[in-house]
């Protein structure tokens, strides 16, 4: 499959990796949008939001709990982060491997853009 992510995960393309296991990789933004900016993905293939199944419960439950591990190594876990998953054209969606940002050593603004 023609899968950028996939690639990254199959050691193919560079990638900056900040924790991994059976089922989930973290690894550093390539353009970071704040001081600290990675994402966590699942290893297995998953395209966008819309494709997701109760089948993926156990897997998708690891995304946060893995942002939140490497924020709190990263040092960014008490003054706060933010978490963004995009999910197609609208949503500002760009690769299409799902994947969670988790941004910090900024404050954030709200709403987004
Ligand atoms: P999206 O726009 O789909 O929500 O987020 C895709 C993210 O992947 C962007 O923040 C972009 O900088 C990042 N990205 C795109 N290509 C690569 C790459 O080859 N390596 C890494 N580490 N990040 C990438
Ligand atoms: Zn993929």
């Not at 199959?10 to 990675?38: K, N, R, S």
């Not at 699942?42 to 993926?56: A, F, G, M, Q």
């Not at 949503?91 to 404050?107: K, S």
Request: aromatic share 6%; net charge negative; glycine share 8%.
């Amino acid at each position: 499959m023609d899968c950028l992510f996939c690639k990254l995960v199959q050691g193919d393309i560079p990638a900056t990796i900040l924790y991994q296991d059976d089922d989930v990789i973290a690894f550093e933004d390539i353009a970071p949008q704040a001081p600290t900016h990675f994402l966590v993905i699942p290893k297995r293939h998953i395209s966008t939001l819309n494709d997701v199944s109760d089948d993926d419960a156990a897997l998708l439950g690891k995304l946060p709990i893995v942002a939140a591990r490497v924020a709190k190594e990263k040092g960014i876990a008490e003054d706060g982060f933010r978490v963004t998953m995009n999910c197609n054209e609208m949503g500002g969606q760009t690769v299409y491997h799902i994947h969670m940002h988790v941004l910090g050593g900024r404050a954030m603004t709200w709403p987004p853009g």
